[in-house]
């Protein structure tokens, strides 16, 4: 089995855009200029390679600030 199917086994409940817009909305304003693969990879424990891997596949902009 690969990683990337690995991960998806794992992440399968959490839409990373669901996740994504919640913890935006969670945020305190300090953190609303973070990259969106920033905030993947720290909701997801993730290393930027898979941050970046998984807001692509999900169809999310990683360098998008809000």
């Known amino acids: 089995m690969t990683a990337p199917d690995e991960l998806d086994q794992a992440l399968a ?6 996740v994504l817009a919640n913890t935006r909305r969670l945020l305190a304003r300090k953190h609303m200029k973070r990259p969106n693969w920033v905030i993947v990879m720290d909701i997801y424990g993730l290393g ?6 998984l807001c692509q596949r999900y169809g999310i902009d990683p360098y998008a600030t809000a």
Do not use: E, F, L, R
Request: aromatic share 34%.
């Open 13 to 18: 409940k959490y839409h990373p855009g669901y």
């Open 48 to 53: 930027s390679t898979y941050a970046h891997w």
